[in-house]
């Protein structure tokens, strides 16, 4: 006989079940896979796309480096003089020194105009006189004004200043007593007179040329300094000149005329050998790195993040055919491996101190050409050039780096849309169990709605029975 409790048993086996719960464990149990292996392909290649963009970027460093430290160290040792009492020389920052040695004759140095007052006053607070005194020069009349507020030579002193002339005033004091100094620039062409208007005669001491007997005597007169350079004359406004000798700064100190002054760079062994070992270290450090990067896994371990690219091993061959590559097309010393620079197994650098010690007392001027040529050229890039050529070929348009880049960013973005179909796909999987599982707890509601009809029939048959 059919029971009550036979058939809710039968009924509430489909019941108890928390439907929401277990759309989430389905969808998460169908989701996480797929999404797991998206994610970790994203993370690998993320890693590929930052690596390369240090590797890019250390490049640019090492470039810019080698440039400044080239171009910064001059490999033309020290400058030297053969006469430190007439001529001083220096390296000019940022440019390179040609035309050395150099011959150099200082016929006259050049001079600022200057002049002295003739009267003498008893101190800086004497008065002047007021009125006014005109200052002329190459660039114009500027005007200085005395009255009764700076009536004083001290007051004198300040007003000339403040036009801002170019002449400048000062004031010395001897047992005599205080005297007004006047200095122009130094130059031919920055001469100066002064004159005076408004009426007062004492004012009149300080014109120049002097008016009508009274006015400032003359101390030196404004000239250009005179030189010869390798046979050739040059005036210039400035006993410093910066335009005889490229990348050499001149500073005249005495004149000499006819008299010879060789200026040349001496030696620069110490400055050439510092150089290559730095260029060496620097190397090396760039080359450890990309070796580290491109490490295959061995015994299980992962590698390097750029395994296998080859946009990575592109760039280290081609940084290696820089030990071998031509950087002048004259003299006994042309590459790096000339002068003991040696690749290792690695892909690093070694310097042979011996073999450069050697080519160095032979040739040191020569190697010091080599590795900055004054002026770059196709036949003679120097090693600054020839990385750069390097580097940009990486990094051209149609450069294996470049290449890669844009396409590990082109699966960046194709594994961003996998993991938006990822989701999509799963959003539909959810709408669909929870279609599903609104069906099911209608068809039991239909059922425990059963349910109870059948119970009450049940009881009904069961009382008549026991009657």
Do not use: C, H
């Amino acid at each position: 006989m059919v029971t009550n409790s036979g058939i809710s048993n039968v009924i509430t086996g489909f019941t108890g079940v928390n439907s929401a719960q277990l759309v989430n464990d389905l969808v998460t149990a169908q989701l996480e896979p797929k999404q797991s292996d998206v994610r970790e392909r994203q993370n690998l290649n993320q890693a590929r796309i930052s690596a390369l963009a240090s590797a890019s970027s250390a490049l640019e460093t090492f470039s810019k480096a080698l440039s400044e430290v080239l171009n910064g160290r001059q490999l033309t040792g020290n400058l030297v003089s053969t006469r430190g009492d007439l001529v001083a020389a220096s390296f000019i920052p940022g440019q390179k020194p040609q035309g050395l040695p150099a011959t150099v004759q200082v016929s006259q140095l050049a001079a600022a105009q200057s002049m002295v007052s003739a009267s003498s006053y008893a101190s800086t607070s004497s008065a002047v006189g007021e009125g006014s005194l005109t200052i002329t020069t190459s660039a114009g009349n500027f005007n200085v004004t005395i009255d009764s507020t700076n009536n004083s030579l001290g007051g004198l002193r300040d007003a000339i200043n403040a036009t801002n002339s170019g002449v400048t005033a000062s004031i010395v004091t001897d047992n005599s007593g205080s005297r007004l100094v006047l200095r122009g620039k130094e130059g031919a062409a920055n001469s100066f007179t002064v004159t005076g208007s408004g009426g007062s005669a004492a004012l009149d001491a300080f014109a120049f040329p002097p008016a009508g007997g009274a006015g400032m005597t003359s101390v030196t007169t404004a000239r250009d300094s005179i030189i010869n350079v390798n046979g050739i004359e040059l005036t210039n406004a400035s006993n410093q000149i910066d335009t005889a000798v490229p990348g050499v700064r001149i500073n005249l100190l005495a004149a000499a005329p006819g008299t010879n002054v060789v200026i040349s760079g001496d030696q620069p062994t110490s400055s050439v050998k510092d150089i290559v070992n730095e260029f060496v270290k620097a190397y090396n450090d760039l080359r450890g790195a990309l070796n580290s990067a491109t490490a295959p896994g061995l015994d299980g371990a992962s590698g390097g993040p750029l395994a296998g690219e080859r946009a990575a091993r592109d760039m280290m061959r081609s940084m290696a055919s820089l030990t071998t590559k031509q950087l002048t097309d004259t003299g006994t010393y042309r590459s790096l491996a000339d002068i003991g620079v040696k690749t290792n197994r690695d892909g690093t650098l070694t310097l042979d101190s011996v073999k450069f010690d050697r080519a160095l007392a032979a040739d040191p001027e020569g190697i010091a050409r080599m590795l900055e040529p004054a002026t770059p050229t196709a036949g003679n890039p120097g090693l600054a050039k020839a990385f750069e050529d390097v580097k940009t070929a990486i990094k051209a348009p149609n450069g294996s780096l470049t290449g890669a880049q844009n396409r590990l960013n082109k699966i960046a973005a194709d594994l961003t849309k996998m993991m938006e179909r990822v989701e999509e796909d799963s959003d539909k999987y959810r709408e669909q169990l929870e279609k599903t599982f609104a069906a099911m707890d209608r068809q039991l509601t239909v059922l425990r709605s059963t349910q109870s009809y059948i119970e009450q029939q049940v009881s009904v048959w069961t009382n008549s029975g026991d009657n």
